[in-house]
């Protein structure tokens, strides 16, 4: 799995993108795909093991497109990038180094601005970011984090993420104890709603297993469950874990882990997501993890992302102007496989100004509850909402959404 480097100095940090079981999930997912009809509708009605969604969000509503903001801003926040964000979203992500420069550590940072955000929107629930395999400076409890924590190869050799920083080995119990503290303390400290775990399905790429062996790669990866349903613990129940991620149907078990409440889908149509039977197993992970308990964050792109050759050094302006103009895709793809509690994230990045921040036509319009799930013929489908008529087609990559 390649993994993407930068993130704009720390905050661009795409995750890996594991082959791992990538076509046993995709046969299984085909396998749906031509199953007879009673058994998609079957699919489409099984029932949630817990109703989760509506417990951590109980004032979710389909007027709008539920949006999830999900960035990062080392500087200090303006009172319109503020006003932005909470009247357009009620799910925020915060990330690594977001406040650093302004308020001396991400963790005072993210307090900070979840304060003012609240004081505009009392409704909006705001995620604390930790990376949960990627030791991520900028943090003030890094402090405390102890050396012997590390990962270490087979060798004995520092394990790293691709960028040179130093991965922790939650398979090392303490650690566990320390991550989940971190996160529980910076919750409640500033009065935040819950938790994005990020960089889950690096655990499991190959090139980790030929530095660890497999034993150790899988006691590494049931370190990290046991971790987060720690943290859940120590947070409350009424606290959120959203984590990063599954896709192209691939990592579903993370839905079967405890300390997780919410899953992303990080890199839709991006990347090395992109065949229609990929989109096809996304969006019906979708429903999978509502059938579960749990909910979805889709993120969708514009077609490109911020460090792409042939956009990295055009203006802002024209990158905005372009995502615009692409947004019909993603969010149409989105609305065929949105279930209670999921959210639209949309950008071609992770910084404040990488398309997150920035409105869209679309979203503002009036959509109104789906009158029943989506049908499906082939690699198209289509979907009614109060507001909106949806059609897909995932192997043309043409979509239409007719606003009412």
Same mark, same amino acid.
């Given at each position: 799995?390649?993994?993407?480097?930068?993130?704009?100095?720390?905050?661009?940090?795409?995750? #890996?993108?594991?082959?791992?079981?990538?076509?046993?999930?995709?046969?299984?997912?085909?396998?749906? %795909? $031509?199953?007879?009809?009673?058994? /998609?509708?079957?699919?489409? =009605?099984?029932?949630?093991?817990?109703?989760?969604?509506?417990?951590?969000?109980?004032?979710?509503?389909?007027?709008?497109?539920?949006?999830?903001?999900?960035?990062?801003?080392?500087?200090?926040?303006?009172?319109? =990038?503020?006003?932005?964000?909470? +009247?357009? +979203?009620?799910?925020?992500?915060?990330?690594?180094?977001?406040?650093?420069?302004?308020?001396? +550590?991400?963790?005072?940072?993210?307090?900070?601005?979840?304060?003012? %955000?609240k004081q505009r929107n009392p409704r909006v629930k705001? $995620?604390?970011?930790?990376?949960?395999?990627?030791?991520?400076?900028?943090?003030?409890? /890094?402090?405390?984090?102890?050396?012997?924590?590390? %990962?270490?190869?087979?060798?004995?050799?520092?394990?790293?993420?691709? #960028?040179?920083?130093?991965?922790?080995?939650?398979?090392?119990?303490?650690?566990?104890?320390?991550?989940?503290?971190?996160?529980?303390?910076?919750?409640?400290?500033?009065?935040?709603?819950?938790?994005?775990?990020?960089?889950?399905?690096?655990?499991?790429?190959?090139?980790?297993?030929? $530095?660890?062996?497999?034993?150790?790669?899988?006691?590494?990866?049931?370190?990290?469950?046991?971790? /987060?349903?720690?943290?859940?613990?120590k947070m409350g129940p009424a606290r959120i874990v959203?984590?990063?991620g599954i896709r192209a149907g691939q990592h579903l078990?993370? /839905?079967?882990? *405890?300390?997780?409440?919410?899953?992303?889908?990080?890199?839709?149509?991006?990347?090395?997501?992109?065949?229609?039977?990929?989109? !096809? *197993?996304?969006?019906? +992970?979708?429903? @999978?993890?509502?059938?579960?308990?749990?909910?979805?964050?889709?993120?969708?792109?514009?077609?490109?992302?911020?460090?792409?050759? =042939?956009?990295?050094?055009?203006?802002?302006?024209?990158? %905005?102007? @372009?995502?615009?103009?692409?947004?019909?895709?993603?969010?149409?793809?989105?609305?065929?496989?949105?279930?209670?509690?999921?959210?639209?994230?949309?950008?071609?990045?992770?910084?404040?100004?990488?398309?997150?921040?920035?409105?869209?036509?679309?979203?503002?319009?009036? @959509?109104?509850?789906?009158?029943?799930?989506?049908?499906?013929?082939?690699?198209?489908?289509?979907?009614?909402?109060?507001?909106?008529?949806?059609?897909?087609?995932?192997?043309?990559?043409?979509?239409?959404?007719?606003? !009412?």
């Open positions: 799995m390649v993994e993407i480097m930068n993130r704009s100095s720390v905050l661009q940090d795409g995750p #890996s993108r594991a082959n791992v079981n990538r076509r046993d999930a995709l046969r299984t997912f085909t396998a749906l %795909l $031509l199953a007879p009809p009673a058994a /998609l509708h079957a699919t489409e =009605e099984a029932k949630p093991e817990s109703n989760r969604a509506a417990e951590l969000f109980p004032g979710f509503n389909w007027d709008r497109v539920p949006v999830n903001i999900h960035f990062g801003k080392r500087g200090p926040m303006t009172d319109a =990038e503020l006003d932005f964000v909470a +009247s357009h +979203s009620e799910l925020v992500a915060l990330e690594k180094s977001h406040g650093v420069e302004a308020h001396g +550590s991400t963790e005072r940072g993210i307090a900070e601005t979840a304060r003012q %955000l705001v $995620l604390f970011y930790f990376n949960a395999f990627v030791n991520w400076p900028g943090y003030a409890a /890094l402090a405390t984090y102890r050396p012997e924590w590390t %990962l270490r190869s087979v060798q004995g050799d520092i394990v790293k993420h691709p #960028s040179g920083t130093p991965r922790p080995d939650p398979s090392h119990p303490e650690f566990r104890e320390w991550w989940s503290e971190v996160v529980a303390q910076a919750v409640k400290n500033g009065h935040l709603d819950g938790l994005f775990a990020d960089a889950l399905p690096q655990s499991r790429s190959p090139a980790l297993t030929r $530095l660890l062996g497999p034993e150790k790669q899988s006691a590494v990866v049931d370190g990290l469950r046991q971790m /987060l349903e720690l943290a859940k613990r959203l984590a990063n078990d993370f /839905l079967d882990w *405890a300390g997780i409440d919410g899953v992303m889908i990080e890199h839709f149509d991006a990347f090395e997501s992109k065949a229609p039977e990929q989109l !096809k *197993a996304d969006l019906d +992970s979708m429903t @999978l993890a509502a059938a579960k308990g749990k909910f979805v964050a889709l993120k969708g792109w514009p077609g490109f992302a911020w460090m792409d050759p =042939e956009v990295k050094d055009a203006p802002r302006q024209e990158k %905005l102007r @372009l995502a615009r103009e692409r947004i019909t895709f993603p969010l149409a793809c989105f609305l065929i496989g949105a279930q209670p509690g999921c959210h639209f994230c949309y950008a071609w990045g992770y910084t404040e100004s990488a398309g997150g921040l920035d409105s869209y036509a679309e979203l503002e319009r009036p @959509l109104g509850p789906p009158k029943a799930q989506a049908i499906w013929s082939g690699w198209t489908a289509s979907r009614e909402f109060a507001h909106a008529s949806v059609w897909i087609d995932l192997e043309t990559k043409q979509a239409r959404i007719d606003w !009412k």
